[in-house]
């Protein structure tokens, strides 16, 4: 069955610093990846995602993540963090040919001026 | 352009009461998903609709009934209410399957006390 592992369910990072949060999947087939980003009291805004090809994603926001099929990993990183990154931010995973996402359990973001 | 909609965005309800929540997408998309938010446990998939006229069970689907009532639409609906149905809940469409990103509602929190 599918999972997605977030690491970190708290992230803080000074502003202008680097961001990484990590996502680690399993799944028997390489899946679709997806990152996106909740604001409080908003619904998810899609940051980026991985369905086929170039394995660095870039989205939305300065953000970008790499798919490494051997770490089974798709990281979310932003060289420097700005004050309005401070979200929740969530992994997703899905099997080719099904119609399931399956989401992390989120890291919320703080960044410290 | 309005994506997903959901309704009512707040409800409050007694324990043992009824009540349905409803969706609707203007994308012309296929699928259609209700998830569950609870703090820390990310977002949990309650059932979906991969198209007109089919949906099935996801993860966590005790307790809730859905209807597709037709390709916009897709409610959800608690017969009895409990206190462990207290949550965020989010509707989502997708083109057609999980090889493109859900879009998501804006969300409706639900307390049932």
């Known amino acids: 069955a599918q999972s997605v592992t977030q690491l970190g369910s708290h992230v803080s990072v000074s502003e202008g610093a680097l961001v990484l949060l990590r996502c680690n999947y399993s799944?028997?087939?390489?899946?679709?990846l997806f990152w996106y980003v909740q604001y409080p009291n908003q619904g998810l805004q899609l940051l980026l995602k991985?369905?086929?090809?170039?394995?660095l994603v870039k989205g939305i926001n300065g953000f970008e993540a790499e798919f490494k099929k051997s770490e089974t990993s798709f990281h979310l990183t932003k060289p420097s963090a700005h004050m309005s990154d401070a979200a929740e931010y969530f992994c997703?995973?899905?099997?080719?040919?099904?119609?399931?996402?399956?989401f992390g359990t989120g890291t919320r973001l703080k960044v410290l001026a | 352009n309005a994506g997903v909609t959901q309704t009512p965005k707040f409800q409050v309800l007694k324990t043992g009461q009824s009540m349905t929540l409803q969706c609707a997408q203007d994308?012309?998309?296929?699928?259609m998903y209700w998830y569950r938010q609870d703090p820390g446990m990310g977002l949990r998939l309650i059932y979906y609709?991969?198209?007109?006229?089919?949906?099935d069970k996801g993860e966590v689907p005790n307790g809730y009934n859905v209807s597709r009532l037709n390709k916009r639409e897709f409610s959800l609906r608690l017969e009895s209410a409990a206190p462990s149905q207290t949550s965020v809940y989010f509707c989502?469409?997708?083109?057609?399957?999980?090889?493109?990103?859900?879009?998501f509602g804006q969300g409706t929190r639900l307390t049932v006390v």
């Open positions: 989502a469409s997708s083109v057609r399957g999980t090889n493109t990103e859900a879009f």
């Open positions: 799944s028997s087939v390489p899946p679709y």
């Open positions: 991985y369905t086929t090809g170039a394995t």
């Open positions: 997703a995973v899905s099997e080719r040919g099904t119609y399931k996402y399956i």
């Open positions: 994308m012309n998309h296929n699928s």
């Open positions: 609709s991969a198209s007109e006229g089919t949906t």
